[in-house]
């Protein structure tokens, strides 16, 4: 009986050392935890870049963006029919340390991932990967 709680027991310290998140990691999706708007300015290719909401855009007619809560909840924020923002709930996961997936609740696009091509100084730049049914 003994040997059997002794099992257990490290069985389960066993589990959670190999559960600890990378620091490094758990810091980068920290940086993520933001509002964030798209500068069309200085996209470089395919590669999409977003700064912080409280940056100092130049004047634009609408910023698309998007919003990453701390528990997996995400907001898109896309131009409106009548040129304002809409936002579109969803959930965020991230099945990489460079990537993160996007499911929408309203299910009327499909499911994407963004590349984090790099994450630093209040700049994200991201690759849009779409999913392929």
């Not at 509002?35 to 700064?51: M, N």
Request: glycine fraction near 6%.
């Amino acid at each position: 009986m003994r040997l059997l709680a002794l099992l257990c027991s490290l069985s389960v310290l066993l589990l959670a050392a190999t559960c600890k998140n990378d620091p490094k990691t758990s810091s980068q999706l920290r940086q993520l935890e933001r509002t964030w708007l798209h500068a069309h300015e200085e996209d470089q290719g395919d590669v999409r870049v977003y700064r912080p909401n409280t940056y100092a855009f130049p004047p634009s007619r609408g910023r698309t963006g998007f919003a990453f809560d701390h528990n997996g909840l995400f907001i898109q924020y896309d131009i409106a029919p009548t040129d304002g923002i809409e936002g579109r709930k969803g959930r965020w996961t991230s099945p990489t340390d460079h990537s993160v997936r996007i499911t929408l609740d309203d299910r009327k696009d499909p499911d994407y991932t963004l590349e984090i091509v790099s994450l630093e100084n209040d700049v994200l730049k991201v690759r849009r990967v779409e999913e392929v049914k």
